[in-house]
């Protein structure tokens, strides 16, 4: 929880709303996490959870390497002092100049969606001639319960594990531009038990130890994630500490993939908990029937959005005034944000402290999924100002640029 003077000290500076991003604490995930998997293991941090450059920077300090699927991300990384080589280009959404142009920047690393996706990358590789590692991303069958996103779903990601079981070596053989250095196979996100993460990760180990032993060679095996924190809310970091002995078993069942590159993925788990959303109570008020709501200057259009994108916020955001609790008797209330949009909830029928027009408050556990991943461009309301600090000293401020340019 961030000290309720420096919480005042930034709203004064930088405006209210206002997310706070302390990058040690995003270092200090990364080290638990690494700390959890095999010793020579990757951790690729999922630019997608948060671009801000400081806390790519600091993820990069802390060992990472970065998983991203756009232009704009591609800059970010680059900036943040990743090299080239440092980068996964994944995605099912490349293009043909996307793929260019992180050829060109020097990205080696793809993972495919289809074998479409893969002979693409080859026929730009070879016209381009730039080296390319090919990962081919692999649907999953049977999500693993309780995991949220790509994996909760009827999947499209990936490409059948036939490709590479039936005449996979022809396949892989006749790539010209690209060379295919491995699979990748991501379950879903928030997967709620270190035997559940375990279980994911087993499961892609024996699909790889079947496609090598139907004679194609994987160096690289990208294992996904689905690192559980929670969102938006105080609840307790489902405990994970479990899963580093239970992966040292799972790992032992290599044998034909036993020198691949083992590679894992995150967003939340990295910066989830780095994140804080300052916002401030602009009304309160009881409606006809007696219920208390309290409008607060954030809502969805900077936390939540992806609620209809599968990552199913159901607005229950924990709020906290940022002076911390009081000892005062706490109130059913619904918490609401500022736009004229009946769906637009922070909380429904949350707890709360009394609080009054003008208190601070703070949403815990935010770095992830949260402005970027928000309905930024609705209302016309200025995005909140993003600080990366480090203690009480920012080390950077950003601010998203909004509002429709001529072209
Ligand atoms: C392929 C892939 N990797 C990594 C992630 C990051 O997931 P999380 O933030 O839950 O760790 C996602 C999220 O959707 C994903 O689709």
């Not at 671009?51 to 060992?63: D, F, N, Q, R, V």
């Not at 080696?108 to 002979?119: A, I, K, M, Q, V």
């Not at 699909?207 to 990208?222: F, P, S, Y």
């Not at 949403?363 to 016309?380: D, H, M, Q």
Request: glycine share 12%; net charge negative; hydrophobic share 45%.
């Amino acid at each position: 929880m961030i000290a309720h003077s420096f919480g005042r000290e930034l709203l004064e500076r930088y405006g209210s709303p206002l997310y706070v991003y302390d990058l040690d604490k995003a270092e200090r995930q990364a080290k638990a996490l690494f700390e959890l998997l095999p010793k020579s293991a990757q951790v690729l941090y999922s630019v997608k959870a948060n671009p801000i450059p400081e806390l790519c920077a600091a993820l990069k300090t802390a060992g990472c390497r970065v998983e991203i699927a756009a232009p704009l991300e591609l800059r970010v990384v680059l900036e943040a002092g990743f090299a080239p080589d440092q980068i996964l280009c994944s995605g099912p959404g490349k293009t043909a100049s996307i793929v260019r142009e992180m050829l060109l920047a020097g990205v080696t690393h793809f993972s495919c969606d289809s074998w479409y996706d893969l002979e693409r990358l080859s026929a730009v590789a070879l016209e381009a001639k730039k080296p390319a590692n090919a990962l081919l991303r692999l649907q999953v069958s049977g999500a693993p319960s309780g995991s949220v996103g790509v994996g909760a779903m009827q999947s499209h990601f990936g490409a059948d594990p036939a490709e590479l079981l039936n005449g996979g070596v022809a396949r892989v053989g006749a790539l010209r531009g690209a060379e295919l250095a491995g699979i990748h196979i991501y379950s879903g996100g928030q997967i709620q038990s270190a035997d559940k993460l375990a279980g994911t990760f087993e499961h892609a180990i024996r699909v790889a130890e079947e496609i090598a032993e139907a004679g194609v060679a994987l160096r690289l095996l990208d294992l996904g994630g689905g690192f559980p924190w929670p969102f938006g809310t105080s609840d307790t970091p489902v405990d994970i500490s479990a899963l580093g002995e239970k992966l040292k078993r799972v790992n032992a069942q290599r044998r034909l993939t036993a020198d691949a590159e083992l590679w894992f993925e995150s967003g939340r788990y990295l910066v989830a908990s780095c994140g804080t959303l300052l916002s401030t109570v602009l009304d309160v008020k009881v409606a006809l029937g007696g219920k208390t709501h309290i409008i607060l200057d954030t809502g969805m259009v900077h936390l939540g959005g992806m609620a209809g994108l599968g990552r199913i916020y159901r607005a229950v955001a924990s709020i906290e005034p940022l002076a911390g609790p009081d000892g005062g008797t706490l109130q059913s209330a619904d918490v609401v944000g500022p736009t004229d949009y009946a769906l637009d909830y922070v909380a429904r029928d949350t707890s709360v402290p009394s609080l009054k027009a003008g208190d601070a408050v703070a949403i815990p556990n935010v770095g992830a999924y949260g402005l970027t991943a928000s309905l930024v461009a609705f209302a016309g309301l200025q995005p909140p100002a993003e600080v990366c600090c480090r203690g009480t000293s920012v080390v950077a401020a950003h601010r998203l640029r909004m509002g429709h340019e001529r072209i």
